[in-house]
């Protein structure tokens, strides 16, 4: 079986645009027309590079997510819980 016998199968409208590339194997598989390759070192290399950027952007949005939300609950009032008393005595 060669890289290209299933070539002839695929549409000539297809740029395989949809494509998913596993950087462990080198496969490639369309999800447009299902047409599937063995990815050059350039295309394993650009969806790591994506891969590594998308991971770092998430990493980044959850910290500042976590980093609100403690900053939120840090501003709020505190009340007091049922079993502690509370102190009316006047500050000095």
Known sequence: MSWDDNYDDI????LHEEADIDILTGRALCHVCGHAW???DAE???QATHEREYAEAVEREELARRTIRENTNSNVSRTPNADEP???EPQR
């Open 38 to 40: 063995w990815a050059s």
């Open 11 to 14: 549409p000539d409208d297809c």
């Open 86 to 88: 509370e102190t009316t």
């Open 44 to 46: 394993i290399e650009a």
